[in-house]
């Protein structure tokens, strides 16, 4: 289980193994891969960090890829359609998937201080909560569980 987003790695690796994955991803299932969307999970997969709309919006803008708030929300529900990102609900903000390649329930660390993000590998279908949906009778199909808190790095008094 490991959390990618907190710590340090190499984020030009992130990026371009992201954009490979998803790219050969759209190429096999048909779909279009278009310029904004790929900034969009470029953007994204930059930091480890939740984007707002709007704050993608601005820099598509800078780019001028495009002005209109519509631009960056049909990107970003694209990109989470699809499972190429997440939408953080506690922040309203969007993430890209750190497991693109893997089919997981996603558990995300939210840093109460510096807003960092960090999304943890495993499959919650087949812990308590899995046990205790099948003795409800309920089949899960997507989970999502959120939990706030510091980060090692705000912690330890990192944190501008």
Do not use: W
């Not at 190429?27 to 279009?32: E, F, I, S």
């Not at 969009?40 to 601005?58: K, N, P, Q, S, T």
């Not at 993430?95 to 993000?117: G, Q, W």
Request: hydrophobic share 40%; glycine share 8%; with cysteine.
């Amino acid at each position: 289980m490991d959390a990618i987003g907190f710590g340090q790695h190499n984020h030009a690796e992130c990026i371009s193994k992201g954009l490979h994955l998803v790219d050969a991803e759209c190429r096999a299932a048909g779909l279009k891969f278009t310029p904004v969307r790929r900034r969009v999970l470029e953007m994204l997969l930059a930091e480890h960090r939740a984007h707002g709309a709007y704050e993608i919006l601005d820099n598509l803008r800078a780019e001028g890829l495009g002005s209109q708030p519509p631009v960056s929300y049909r990107a970003l529900e694209f990109l989470v359609k699809n499972g190429f990102a997440h939408k953080i609900e506690r922040l309203n903000a969007f993430i890209a998937c750190a497991h693109l390649a893997e089919n997981h329930a996603p558990v995300f660390l939210i840093c109460r201080t510096c807003d960092s993000v960090a999304e943890i590998y495993t499959d919650l279908t087949r812990g308590v909560l899995g046990r205790a949906a099948k003795t409800a009778g309920f089949q899960i199909e997507r989970t999502a569980v959120e939990v706030e808190g510091i980060c090692t790095t705000c912690q330890q008094g990192g944190a501008a």
